[in-house]
């Protein structure tokens, strides 16, 4: 069954983005492994830091999605599109740019997100298909998860408590997950 690794693009400790990722992780079906990856030590782009070696937390992180099925980015909306800290992170993994078709071609890639505003993050998701096409990724389009007023799903302990927004994480966990193994078993040793 799939392995898949899970970023939270939000850095802050009560993220709802990062509860959102816990909260997929505990959904995911049997036989399927959602690990959850931080951003946190990744260094703000700098090609001169490039030059004197990619940073350490860049390779492990590269590493462990390369050693996983599957990638699930779990987005909040800044301004109506991507957050700067977690578009920074799939800047540093395509560096150097040899490593682009290791890390990303063909890796089915999954976005959801949540926000304390209405729109869900559907803009900042709309946003990333450029890039994960940009990248040669396999977006998974057949489903769409984003959680508007997630102040409201989430409790002071960072739980989903919303019934329906737990059922809808389900069925996109599952959906994800059965595109993975599907991608997965489809690879060519």
Excluded at 32 to 43: F, G, K, M, V, W
Excluded at 62 to 76: Q, S, W
Aim: charged share 20%.
């Amino acid at each position: 069954m799939p392995t898949i690794i899970g970023i939270s693009g939000s850095l802050r400790k009560g993220s709802y983005n990062s509860m959102l990722l816990r909260a997929a992780a505990a959904a995911a079906p049997t036989g399927t492994t959602i690990e959850i990856a931080s951003i946190r030590d990744i260094p703000l782009y700098d090609a001169d830091v490039e030059a004197a070696g990619i940073p350490a937390a860049v390779q492990a992180l590269k590493a462990r999605i390369v050693a996983t099925d599957g990638l699930l980015i779990v987005t909040p909306e800044y301004n109506n599109s991507i957050p700067g800290v977690v578009k920074n992170t799939i800047d540093w993994l395509t560096r150097p740019p040899a490593d682009i078709a290791k890390v990303f071609r063909g890796r089915p890639v999954g976005l959801i997100g949540a926000t304390p505003g209405q729109g869900g993050t559907l803009l900042s998701q709309a946003a990333w298909l450029p890039v994960l096409r940009t990248l040669g990724t396999a977006p998974f389009f057949e489903g769409r998860l984003g959680v508007s007023g997630a102040g409201k799903v989430f409790d002071e302990s960072g739980n989903l408590v919303d019934d329906s927004v737990k059922e809808r994480l389900a069925t996109f966990v599952r959906g994800f997950a059965a595109f993975v193994d599907e991608r997965r078993a489809a690879r060519v040793p």
